[in-house]
């Protein structure tokens, strides 16, 4: 079955950190850029960071410096750590398949979503 499924969200103080991960299935994880993406309450869903099959990553200048992601091809298996959270990252995290190789940031570049994770930070 071709699928993704995170994991990981849950809630946490701001300043901390944590780790979401999404597990794929039924395809060559491999050959695929993949990305992470977000959506708050009553906002659309934004780009958060994605990495190429080769490993190159790019991010959202609102979570650069502070969040990294990053693949295990040997696992099928995509991380996104976070770290210094705000209230502002609060939100359900979803990863996504590229229909490319390379870096991809637009949400039209994705044709496969898992069903998210949700990550609230408050104290």
């Known amino acids: 079955q071709v699928r993704l499924v995170e994991f990981g969200g849950g809630l946490v103080q701001p300043g901390g950190s944590l780790r979401v991960s999404c597990a794929a299935s039924g395809f060559t994880f491999s050959s695929h850029a993949m990305g992470w993406f977000r959506q708050a309450p009553e906002k659309g869903r934004e780009f958060v960071a994605t990495?190429?099959?080769?490993?190159?990553?790019d991010y959202a200048d609102s979570v650069k410096g502070r969040f990294t992601i990053s693949r295990d091809n040997a696992k099928n298996t995509l991380h996104l750590q976070m770290s210094s959270l705000t209230r502002e990252d609060s939100a359900v995290y979803y990863c996504?398949?590229?229909?490319?190789?390379?870096?991809?940031?637009?949400?039209?570049?994705?044709?496969?979503w898992g069903q998210g994770t949700e990550v609230t930070v408050s104290s």
């Open positions: 996504g398949r590229s229909v490319y190789n390379t870096i991809t940031t637009r949400t039209g570049e994705y044709d496969l």
């Open positions: 990495i190429s099959w080769t490993g190159k990553t």
